[in-house]
């Protein structure tokens, strides 16, 4: 999968059971207080099985914690609650072979976020071994025309792993030069995957998918990393040592000079940005996920998934 923020509390306080109960003092109905009830039980278990990232190593994990909980502790208060159905925020395939978690979370209409959207994914490989991907993306709306945010590492052995971080461009960057000196050369976003390819274990990573690389930004971190000499300790030391603080400064570069940046967008540029952002995301669905989830957990299991992940793609 390749691919996008508000405090629960705040969202059930203004919720209406709680104007229900607390303006007007009226006891809510057992029906819709079993429901409210029942809803947020269905999300408390779906983000339990999302923040397990039950097969991965303790730094992989840790960093997927780190990056989720600060993404969302900055938004805390514009992103609303998964609501996805239980069997779409966890699902498996019918023989077993294959897990996996989706959580996403919409924002408030006035946040510039539309919504964020995180995964871990595991399958059992014929040859013994397993397949383990965890993701977060993060999704702009068009009343910013700032990149998104893309975070995926792809583990097909416990010595080798993919990278892919990016802050996608959502404009031409040669028609608008000025968004490749705000959000790319100003930053200095490149020293970061310069770092990354000084480690003699990093190599680097490019897709098959010709739209996929066509889609990234000019900084795009894309490497795959072996560690077969080294072992798996390597690889271990190679992530807390170098992927953990290289993500996460990424991920406040794009907090801070992307996400949160005060940006003037006009009528025809958000026209632009809502065609471009809806003809990524079908082509992400057709490409990648179309393709690779039904090979994953059968034709049954992935449109189900795919309808609910189609909900929030469209733009």
């Not at 490749?180 to 200095?188: A, C, I, P, V």
Request: negative net charge; aromatic residues 8%; contains cysteine.
């Amino acid at each position: 999968m390749m691919e996008a923020k508000v405090m629960i509390c705040n969202h059930f306080r203004h919720s209406a059971l709680s104007v229900l109960s607390s303006s007007f003092r009226i006891k809510p109905s057992s029906s819709v207080s079993c429901s409210l009830m029942e809803d947020q039980e269905t999300h408390n278990h779906g983000r339990t099985k999302f923040l397990d990232f039950p097969f991965v190593s303790s730094s992989h994990k840790s960093l997927m914690l780190d990056l989720v909980s600060t993404l969302e502790n900055r938004f805390h208060s514009q992103l609303l609650p998964c609501s996805l159905p239980s069997d779409v925020q966890y699902y498996q395939s019918h023989n077993g072979t294959a897990q996996a978690s989706l959580h996403i979370r919409p924002a408030h209409h006035n946040s510039p976020v539309d919504f964020v959207l995180g995964s871990w994914v595991h399958s059992e490989l014929p040859t013994g071994g397993s397949l383990d991907i965890t993701s977060l993306s993060a999704y702009l709306n068009s009343s910013t025309d700032a990149p998104n945010f893309v975070f995926e590492m792809i583990r097909s052995s416990p010595t080798m792993l993919v990278l892919i971080l990016d802050l996608p461009p959502r404009k031409d960057l040669v028609l608008w030069s000025d968004d490749l000196k705000t959000f790319y050369e100003d930053t200095q976003l490149d020293t970061h995957r310069q770092a990354l390819e000084r480690v003699p274990e990093v190599q680097p990573y490019f897709s098959s998918s010709l739209y996929i690389r066509t889609v990234a930004s000019p900084t795009a971190i894309m490497v795959r990393i072996g560690t077969e000499n080294g072992g798996v300790e390597r690889m271990e030391e190679i992530i807390k040592d170098h992927l953990d603080p290289i993500s996460k400064q990424v991920l406040g570069i794009w907090l801070d000079h992307c996400a949160c940046a005060k940006r003037e967008v006009g009528e025809a540029e958000r026209a632009y940005l809502r065609k471009r952002d809806g003809l990524i995301r079908n082509k992400t669905i057709e490409i990648d996920l179309g393709s690779s989830f039904p090979r994953l957990f059968g034709p049954e299991v992935a449109n189900r998934v795919l309808e609910a992940i189609k909900e929030y793609f469209t733009v």
